[in-house]
Antibody
C-alpha cells in the first residue's frame, strides 16, 4: 500500500521560502508510472494544485504560482520536494502531496497534509 | 482558462435520500473529470475518476456521469458516513488541474 508523508516547518516568516518534503513508501517514486504533485488548501477553502514532477525531473506548475515554485525529486531517498518563495499570509494553508497516474488525470493517493502558517 | 462551476455549494438531505451534485466546465473537457470526498481534517479521497469510473473499494451507491461540459455525481442512498465536502476536479492540456468550489453535504 503506497503511503505519502509530508514534512517540513509549520511556521514560515513572510518573504521567506517555504520548503516541504514528501516521502513515498510502499512503492518506488522511480517506477515511471506516476506524476507526483503538490496541492494546497487554505483553511475553510477549496483545493489548489501547485505543480507536479515526473521521475525524470520534468515539471509542470500552476501558472498562478509558477514564478515562485520549484519542485524537485530525489529518487535515492524516494522523496520529492516543494519550495515556494516570497511567501505571504495568503500562502498559509494545509499542503498535500499526492500521486497522479500517468494514464490518468486524477490523484489516487494523498498524504495526510501538513499545515504551514506564514507569520512573523 | 477552463472554469469549473460546482453546485450547489451546500446541501442538506436525509438518510436514504438520493443526492446529486453537478459540475460544469466552461469548455469541453472530454471525460477528464473526477470526484473526491473530503472529511474534516482529512485528505481528499478519490471516489470517481474519468467521469464515471468507480475507484476500487468505493461503495456502489456513489456514481458519476457526463462528458464534455456537464457532469453529475450521485449518491443513490445517503448514509450518515457520507457527510463530507465533495469536490470535482478537471484536467486541461496546459497541463493544469482545477478543482470545483466544493459542496458541503449535511444530514437533515
Amino acid at each position: 500500500q503506497v503511503q505519502l508523508q509530508e514534512s517540513g516547518p509549520g511556521l514560515v516568516k513572510p518573504s521567506q521560502t517555504l520548503s516541504l518534503t514528501c516521502t513515498v513508501s510502499g512503492g518506488s517514486i522511480s517506477s515511471g508510472s506516476y506524476y507526483w504533485s503538490w496541492i494546497r488548501q487554505p483553511a475553510g477553502k477549496g483545493l489548489e494544485w501547485i505543480g507536479r514532477i515526473y521521475t525524470s525531473g520534468s515539471t509542470n506548475y500552476n501558472p498562478s504560482l509558477k514564478s515562485r515554485v520549484t519542485i524537485s525529486v530525489d529518487t535515492s531517498k524516494n522523496q520529492f520536494s516543494l519550495k515556494l518563495s516570497s511567501v505571504t499570509a495568503a500562502d498559509t494553508a494545509v499542503y498535500y502531496c499526492a500521486r497522479d497516474p500517468l494514464e490518468g488525470y486524477y490523484f489516487d493517493y494523498w498524504g495526510q497534509g501538513t499545515l504551514v502558517t506564514v507569520s512573523s | 482558462d477552463i472554469q469549473m462551476t460546482q453546485s450547489p455549494s451546500s446541501l442538506s438531505a436525509s438518510v436514504g435520500d438520493r443526492v446529486t451534485i453537478t459540475c460544469q466546465a466552461s469548455q469541453d473537457i472530454s471525460n477528464y473529470l473526477n470526484w473526491y470526498q473530503q472529511k474534516p481534517g482529512k485528505a481528499p479521497k478519490l471516489l470517481i475518476y474519468d467521469a464515471s469510473n468507480l475507484e476500487t473499494g468505493v461503495p456502489s451507491r456513489f456514481s458519476g456521469s457526463g462528458s464534455g461540459t456537464d457532469f453529475t455525481f450521485t449518491i443513490s442512498s445517503l448514509q450518515p458516513e457520507d457527510i463530507a465536502t465533495y469536490y470535482c476536479q478537471q484536467y486541461d492540456n496546459l497541463p493544469r488541474y482545477t478543482f470545483g468550489q466544493g459542496t458541503k453535504l449535511e444530514i437533515k
